[in-house]
């Protein structure tokens, strides 16, 4: 699998981890309340997968290539990536601080939570969109076969740093998020 492939693939997890924070939403909005368990494996999910080892390698791998190879055309736009980035290690950081009075059951911590939730996953949905449809494939029309052999093995050498297996224990995370939701559907 290419470098691009492994981003995208990528996103299809975190995707599916926005869906289940979507789900829980509805069920708050509903009236009910997933459990502080849930969020705070997503809370996890988001910093160790998402942020960690997903953002790491566009933000110090595939833009700092991508970039090179436009001369400095698009540092703007990978600015905004950048800055998206930022905004939603902010808004895990706001939404675990909430989760104490979640716990306890706070109708303002509730509340809060689902506004973050909710904010988070509108800034991840679109800041996807974009990468799926502007930078990936500006990224396979501009890097060389050489660029993307060592995107792959920078790729390579950040998951065997991890322990290879980062994709597995995130995809265990979403699998249990959802299990938790379903008593409450």
């Not at 998402?50 to 436009?70: I, S």
């Not at 904010?119 to 502007?134: G, V």
Request: hydrophobic share 40%.
């Amino acid at each position: 699998m290419n470098a691009i492939d492994i981003l995208s693939n990528e996103h299809g997890l975190i995707r599916r981890f926005l869906e289940r924070l979507d789900i829980a939403a509805e069920l708050i909005r509903q009236g009910q309340r997933p459990p502080r368990e849930f969020y705070e494996l997503a809370v996890q999910f988001a910093r160790t997968f998402a942020d960690t080892v997903h953002h790491f390698k566009e933000e110090h791998v595939l833009f700092v290539r991508l970039a090179q190879r436009q001369e400095g055309a698009i540092d703007a736009q990978v600015e905004a990536l950048r800055h998206q980035h930022e905004r939603g290690r902010r808004l895990v950081t706001q939404l675990a601080g909430h989760l104490p009075a979640y716990a306890e059951a706070s109708p303002e911590a509730v509340q809060m939570v689902l506004a973050t939730s909710n904010a988070y996953c509108d800034l991840l949905q679109d800041h996807i969109h974009r990468e799926d449809h502007e930078f990936f494939p500006l990224a396979r029309k501009v890097l060389t076969a050489d660029d993307c052999s060592a995107l792959g093995e920078e790729f390579e050498r950040d998951r065997q740093r991890r322990g290879g297996i980062a994709f597995e224990v995130a995809h265990k995370q979403v699998v249990d998020m959802g299990s938790l939701l379903t008593h409450l559907a």
